[in-house]
């Protein structure tokens, strides 16, 4: 069992950073592969980032190539996204995933994902 809790949103000004962080409990953590959603009003959620487990590969949207960083730290159990130049878009609430197939993070299979948190809110204003 993993328990995820996400932290670190806010509002913020285009243009600026924010640095998400998801804890997760339990001590199978660096045997997960994570994720990190959004979903913004009105919208289906969609995928933002992901890294493996152990060898900590990434993956990104193409609207957070270059803007974003996932990061994690097996030893603290958690995982990061590092949100730069923010944009007015990227107001959503921000979910952390895991699983044990980097395939259903990848693929958006939010049905199937093994854990979910519960999420935090990014608000970007002008």
């Known amino acids: 069992q993993v328990q995820l809790v996400e932290s670190g949103g806010g509002l913020v000004q285009a243009g600026g950073s924010l640095r998400l962080s998801c804890a997760a409990s339990?001590?199978?953590?660096?045997?997960?592969?994570m994720g990190w959603f959004r979903q913004a009003p009105g919208k289906e959620r969609e995928f933002v980032a992901a890294?493996?487990?152990?060898?900590?590969?990434?993956v990104y949207a193409d609207s957070a190539k270059g803007r974003f960083t996932i990061s994690r730290d097996n030893a603290k159990n958690t995982v990061y996204l590092q949100m730069n130049s923010l944009k007015l878009e990227d107001t959503a609430v921000y979910y952390c995933?895991?699983?044990?197939?980097?395939?259903?993070?990848?693929?958006?299979?939010?049905?199937?994902?093994?854990?979910w948190g519960k999420g935090t809110l990014v608000t970007v204003s002008s």
């Open positions: 995933a895991a699983d044990r197939t980097i395939a259903t993070i990848l693929r958006g299979r939010t049905n199937a994902m093994d854990y």
């Open positions: 339990g001590r199978t953590f660096s045997n997960y592969h």
């Open positions: 890294i493996t487990s152990s060898e900590g590969s990434t």
